[in-house]
């Protein structure tokens, strides 16, 4: 029986356990707690001081705001990983064999209605997965583990397994002389709960816990508590402990049994440890008075307990168990022997995961110094900043191959070739005593090549395509393993024949041909699949190549510099067919400086940088977009968006007058929009001014849909690759109302082609790196699949047109939780034709319940969840036409209440909408006061009977 539990804490052992809490400065002083994506350093109502995570993540592209209810005063930020696998860690500083606490905060908000998951880890050892929101305790989810470090640093890790992985806060605690791990180092413990039995008001911390633990309300946790137990309470006490008085000093009792109930435990068995905390409440009652049996899921696991029995009034106990999916702690008095029933001050849960073994400290010291040097050169480069925590667990960081040694990982390749390095080619690598392959060709590695020890177990070594410099060492040519060894291509090597027994090793001798090698293969494959994205690249090399041109050419005397590129767009109807040549200028930096005044007037603020107001000297109006020196991100958008608008012009489209790439500025200029953005019309400040009437809202929609319907045609004919993709689509990926701009005449224009991309083709890998989009406009296929099509555009203009009709917000929490989501609110009274309860309340009265009703269906099919089931944006664009056509109809017959007669629709070939009609769609209810000028021949498909 005594194997089955343990005491944990005999009443002397407290003592002097309470003694060293008490010596030990009890100040904030060696906690770590990071703000994500905060600005600045700041203290909180607790006295604990918060740092920004800067130091580990400089780039703030990839921080958001999260909406709280408005009186909410906890912070407020996410930072997300757009990575499509692997993880990113944060290192933080420990000492060796010191236990520690450490608590992520993922705010509740950012994944609304979108499956999303990603797992835990402290070092490499899993101790959660954070699924979406439907999943997490109202407001934060707090996940938190107790490790001892093993090392003078510890990781902290998200891994990606759907959607962006993201974290608000994260904070570590020394736990000095805790009894956590005290029999078990080699654990992780993870925290289930942390109740403090009697507390009613908020969690009870720092500075009442001198560890930070957060002892919770029980009725703010998911708990079932056997209903009639009573509180107690009292401050008579000063005894030591290790638990808060403040926690302890309230607790819950009952003359006969306590019952606390955790469900929604994991479905499997797993071992968990308790610690139960019990202070005499009641001085009067003396020892053998209150005794009870604990029991855990109905097993004994203590027998005849008395809190006192140690001469104490405190006392603790440890319990492990094995439990699935609940959890059911049962005190009850021992008929009999016992006058008062049991009490219960305090309790944790935490679930036991054993340790696992990450890599080789020695190699990852080794892979750790290699990647800070390669660091200093390439700070961007995607390769390296994906390279977070251990190298080799869960997964190898991207061009490693990792294998099982002694109990740990160990690197035997590394494949680091094409990935855009640069600088001296490190000679730590030498250091992975493990390396059986390196390959670092097709890089711009400069230097020498380094020495390797006679240890090395090199089988094969590529250095080719580089810009390495002197001779090839003995100490590599005469490696005893090594059987490849390639080094050509490298234009200023020694031209010396080099001395090694060629019989053994296949060689290209320095020269850059190399015949049939599988490299080469491998990457007349990759270019054959990627030639989508190799045609953007190529558009940028060429505007990159003709930048140099014309910046060669320009005096820098302020004028313009028109440069005419082969790009030609067409669009897919015969009607609006179009060929042009574009003209795309290229400004001075000071010519955009006298534009804008040095910046005087700003007038927006994205991701990318900040948008001016300007005047060309011709009187043009423009809008300036900066992307300053400083900022990290957005040159990739910067890229896409110069390259996609220079060679693209619609009458629904920004148009991109020019461009400037000068001391690092990156700028684009467009023309002045006055009429600002459709949201701004909808639910902004324009909107409190006047409202936007409901033909005009139609026509910006048409407008929008057009903008997006357009195909490219791409001609380069300077080339000797002629490339010419008939007809591919542009997907936008970030259709929203705030990226449809109004022009003086009210005409819609899309805007913001940063995230753009090619609809992806046959042939084509068909998952997109990276999810992009704004929450409530993205489309769940594509966020949960993340393969991204032009149907995910369709979904996003649908929310739009949800916005248009109801002037509501596509994500607000502010309203009550069934209605955050505009989609999902409005489905359900589309569904049940109950289509005034969403229309807009400034409109009522003012549209043609027809041309509504279009506009709504159209809507419907737009959002439907199965991305096959959503029109196209032809069907759309067709679809919105008639509804206005209807609707200046209806306006016109309004003027003149002379019939118009029999008028038909035009459009033969219309789109029938993929919905079912029977169960969808209402009687169309026109408004009395407008009555229908249409015969009921083109309404057939509408009409009740
Ligand atoms: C923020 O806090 C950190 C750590 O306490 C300190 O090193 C840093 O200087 C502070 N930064 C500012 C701007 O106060
Ligand atoms: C986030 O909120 C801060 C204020 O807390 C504000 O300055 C910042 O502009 C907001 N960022 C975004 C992207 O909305
Ligand atoms: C915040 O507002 C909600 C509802 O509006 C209310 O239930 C809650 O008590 C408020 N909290 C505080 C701290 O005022
Ligand atoms: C519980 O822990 C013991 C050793 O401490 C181990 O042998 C056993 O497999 C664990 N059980 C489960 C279900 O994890
Ligand atoms: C303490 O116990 C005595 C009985 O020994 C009882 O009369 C008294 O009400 C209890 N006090 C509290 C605060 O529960």
């Not at 590695?445 to 810009?467: A, M």
């Amino acid at each position: 029986m005594m194997g089955v539990y343990n005491w944990i804490v005999s009443g002397a052992e407290c003592f002097i356990v309470c003694l060293l809490i008490l010596i030990q400065p009890t100040c904030a002083g060696d906690f770590v707690s990071i703000n994500c994506c905060a600005a600045l350093n700041s203290t909180d109502k607790n006295n604990i001081s918060w740092i920004p995570d800067y130091g580990w993540f400089p780039n703030d592209a990839n921080c958001q705001n999260i909406t709280r209810a408005a009186n909410h005063t906890g912070y407020d930020k996410i930072r997300f990983f757009q990575i499509d696998s692997g993880k990113r860690c944060y290192n933080l500083p420990t000492n060796k064999d010191q236990d520690y606490l450490i608590r992520g905060t993922f705010l509740y908000g950012y994944s609304v209605g979108f499956s999303l998951s990603f797992d835990v880890l402290i070092g490499v050892t899993r101790i959660s997965t954070v699924k979406s929101f439907e999943d997490l305790k109202a407001e934060d989810l707090k996940v938190e583990g107790i490790f001892r470090a093993t090392n003078q640093h510890m990781d902290f890790c998200l891994v990606h397994d759907k959607g962006s992985p993201y974290i608000s806060q994260l904070e570590l605690r020394p736990l000095e002389d805790s009894v956590y791990l005290q029999r078990k180092a080699t654990t992780v413990l993870k925290l289930v709960s942390r109740i403090g039995v009697g507390n009613a008001g908020d969690g009870i911390r720092h500075p009442d816990d001198h560890f930070d633990r957060i002892w919770e309300n029980p009725n703010n946790e998911r708990i079932f508590i056997s209903p009639d137990s009573t509180p107690a309470r009292s401050i008579i006490f000063n005894a030591s402990t290790t638990v808060p008085l403040k926690v302890l000093k309230t607790a819950l009792t009952h003359q006969d049994r306590l019952e606390f109930v955790h469900n929604s435990l994991n479905a499997e068995d797993h071992n968990y440890t308790l610690f139960l905390y019990f202070l005499e409440l009641n001085s009067t009652i003396s020892p053998r008075q209150r005794v009870f049996n604990i029991y855990v899921n109905n097993e004994l696991h203590h027998k005849e307990f008395d809190i006192q029995a140690n001469g104490s009034y405190y006392n603790e106990v440890e319990l492990n168990v094995i439990a699935k999916e609940s959890l059911n702690l049962t005190l009850i008095k021992v008929k009999n022997r016992s006058v008062f029933g049991p009490i219960l001050n305090a309790y944790e849960i935490l679930q036991v995961y054993p340790w696992v073994q990450g890599t080789n400290q020695q190699d990852v010291d080794t892979i750790e110094m290699v990647k800070n040097k390669l660091l200093l050169l390439n700070k961007e480069n995607l390769v390296l900043q994906s390279w977070s925590g251990d190298p080799c667990s869960p997964l190898p960081w991207k061009g490693l191959t990792c294998q099982q040694m002694n109990g740990s990982p160990v690197i035997i390749r590394l494949n680091i070739s094409s990935s855009n390095l640069r600088g001296p080619l490190p000679a730590n690598i030498t250091g992975l005593t493990n390396l059986m392959q390196l390959n670092v060709s097709h890089n711009d590695f400069t230097g020498k090549i380094p020495e390797f020890p006679s240890s090395s177990k090199l089988t094969s070594v590529d250095l080719s395509s580089n810009d390495l410099v002197g001779f090839l060492p003995n100490s590599l040519t005469s490696l005893p393993n090594l059987t490849s060894l390639y080094y050509g291509c490298n234009a200023h090597f020694s031209k010396e024949s080099p001395s090694f027994n060629s019989s053994r090793l296949a060689t290209d001798y320095g020269a850059c041909e190399r015949q049939g090698s599988t490299s080469e293969i491998q990457g007349i494959v990759i270019g054959t699949v990627a030639c989508g994205s190799f045609i953007l690249a190529l558009g940028v090399a060429l505007i990159c190549i003709y930048r140099q041109k014309f910046l060669s050419l320009a005096n820098f005397d302020g004028n313009r510099h028109p440069m005419t590129r082969n790009a030609i767009f067409s669009l897919p109807s015969s009607d609006d067919v179009d060929f042009k040549s574009i003209t795309i200028q290229v400004f001075t930096l000071e010519y955009i400086e006298n534009a804008t005044h040095k910046y005087k007037t700003l007038i927006g603020e994205g991701g990318f940088g900040s948008v001016f107001r300007g005047i060309l000297p011709d009187g043009q109006e423009v809008a300036v977009k900066v992307r300053s020196s400083t900022s990290i991100q957005g040159t990739r958008e910067f890229e896409n968006e110069l390259n996609l608008l220079s060679s693209i012009r619609h009458e629904n489209l920004v148009p991109l007058l020019g461009y400037c790439c000068e001391n690092d500025q990156q700028i684009l200029v467009y023309p002045f929009m006055s009429n600002g953005s459709l949201q701004d019309r909808l639910n902004g400040e324009a909107a409190k001014r006047k409202t936007l009437d409901w033909p005009t809202r139609l026509s910006i929609a048409l407008g929008a849909a057009r903008g997006k319907k357009f195909k490219i045609i791409f001609h380069y004919s300077g080339l000797t690759h002629l490339h010419t993709f008939a007809g591919r689509c542009i997907i936008h990926r970030d259709v929203k109302s705030s990226n449809i701009l109004l022009d003086q005449s009210m005409n819609a224009k899309v805007a913001d082609f940063g995230f753009s991309k090619y609809a992806p083709q046959e042939g084509d890998s068909g998952a997109s790196l990276e999810v992009r989009g704004t929450a409530g406009y993205l489309d769940p296929e594509y966020y949960s699949t993340q393969h991204l099509s032009a149907k995910s555009d369709v979904f996003s203009f649908g929310v739009v047109l949800l916005e248009i009709v109801s002037g509501r917000e596509p994500l607000n929490i502010h309203r009550p939780r069934n209605e955050w989501s505009l989609v999902e609110w409005a489905k359900p009274f589309i569904r049940e034709s109950k289509i005034d309860e969403i229309v807009d309340s400034s409109i009522k009265g003012g549209y043609h319940a027809e041309a509504m009703w279009r506009v709504v269906e159209a809507a419907l099919a737009c959002i439907e969840p199965f991305s096959a089931y959503r029109p196209c944006m032809a069907d759309i664009v067709r679809e919105l036409e008639d509804a206005l056509i209807i609707e200046n109809n209806a306006s016109e017959y309004m003027k003149s209440i002379d019939s118009i007669g029999g008028y038909s629709l035009g459009g033969s070939n219309r789109f029938s909408i993929v919905i079912d009609k029977k169960n969808v769609l209402p009687p169309p209810t026109p408004t009395p006061t407008v009555p229908s000028p249409i015969n009921s021949q083109a309404l057939a498909p509408l009409e009740p009977r």
